[in-house]
């Protein structure tokens, strides 16, 4: 007979709370039974940034109302499950322990096993949950706090090719557009306004691009963008409309040309490897970018390479990723007990150099 298993997922990384129920039966695509998030967007509003203290309590708050919304959609209880997966870094420390505790907690009192997940393999394994890809793929990992390329071997093995040395590019977007006056998220905000921009009105740089390899820098190009803005202000005593749409435009069209250039750079690598059924993949917050997306769309067509990107609910951070990564670390007999701990950092590829430095608590990508 196929085995069913049915996992419950925890995600609290950042400043969304969420759980889901994903189910998988050998030989058929996954469903996500359910998959619960509550944004904390309102509660950082006025701050211009995610406040780790407040995404802390937020989610010890959320965290149970979430579980039971996402059995309850789901029509299962917790005695239905057959492990309860967690993220368990890297993060924002408090809001990881709010995580690992709660599922803890519920692991001890159904019995059921506990699986600590590592963030990034959630996003990194989503194409497998959403398209069913098979290893070796190549992975894009853009998102409000990492930017890499891994080629993702197996669910536990991730060879990382590259990434940015500084700021992530969604990092970049909120803080740009900060600047120039949108609202948070900056990444939704500067993909609007730049509908009615030229992407040529400034002549932001695009860093990096004279060195080989695949690492990414977007320090510079977020201290031109803030120069274009400072001329601007001071020629005209402030920003217009037209302004801010022009700005969003030129910077997103800046980090466009940097990652698709990058993207070919590691896919000319990882098609070396000949795989059988070469695919490139792309996952995380910046995925959801339309004008990224269709380049590297593009990217991949002029290679015949096969272009996959998740549903725009599953790029941000959601549970049903984490619930699907547990589920294939569940079958490899991958399970942790009550000593689990939550981790800040936890790069993906360890034996990788650090790329951001490292301190006591070890690499931080």
Request: hydrophobic residues 45%; charged residues 20%; proline residues 6%.
């Amino acid at each position: 007979m196929a085995q069913t298993l049915t996992i419950l997922g925890i995600e609290s990384s950042c400043d969304d709370t969420a759980a889901a129920v994903v189910r998988h039966v050998d030989g058929q695509p996954p469903e996500i039974l359910s998959n619960e998030v509550f944004g904390q967007t309102d509660l950082h509003a006025d701050f211009g940034g995610v406040v780790p203290e407040i995404a802390a309590r937020a989610h010890a708050e959320k965290l149970d109302v979430m579980v039971e919304a996402a059995l309850t959609t789901s029509g299962l209880t917790l005695a239905d499950m057959d492990a309860i997966a967690v993220t368990a870094g890297p993060g924002l420390i408090g809001g990881v322990m709010s995580g690992v505790m709660c599922a803890k907690g519920l692991a001890a009192g159904s019995g059921k096993p506990l699986i600590g997940v590592n963030h990034l393999a959630g996003h990194a394994l989503t194409p497998r949950l959403t398209d069913q890809l098979e290893f070796p793929y190549l992975m894009l990992l853009v998102s409000g706090g990492h930017c890499q390329f891994l080629i993702a071997h197996s669910a536990t093995k991730f060879q990382r090719l590259g990434g940015t040395i500084d700021d992530a590019p969604g990092e970049a977007f909120d803080k740009i557009a900060k600047l120039i006056g949108l609202p948070q998220p900056g990444g939704p905000s500067i993909e609007q306004a730049a509908k009615t921009g030229d992407p040529k009105s400034h002549k932001l740089p695009r860093p990096l691009l004279d060195r080989e390899g695949c690492d990414m820098s977007f320090s510079g190009l977020k201290t031109a963008a803030l120069r274009a803005r400072d001329a601007l202000v001071a020629e005209q005593g402030g920003l217009h409309p037209q302004d801010q749409a022009n700005l969003s435009a030129s910077f997103q069209a800046a980090v466009t040309d940097v990652l698709t250039e990058k993207t070919r750079r590691a896919l000319l690598q990882y098609l070396e490897l000949e795989p059988k059924a070469p695919a490139i993949a792309v996952a995380g917050g910046v995925a959801a970018n339309q004008t990224i997306r269709a380049s590297l769309s593009g990217l991949a067509d002029q290679h015949s390479v096969r272009f996959t990107a998740p549903p725009l609910k599953l790029c941000t951070d959601n549970a049903a990723m984490i619930a699907w990564a547990g589920l294939e670390r569940f079958r490899l007999g991958l399970i942790d007990d009550l000593t689990l701990t939550a981790r800040p950092r936890w790069p993906l590829d360890a034996a990788a150099p650090a790329m951001l430095g490292s301190g006591k608590k070890g690499a931080k990508a």
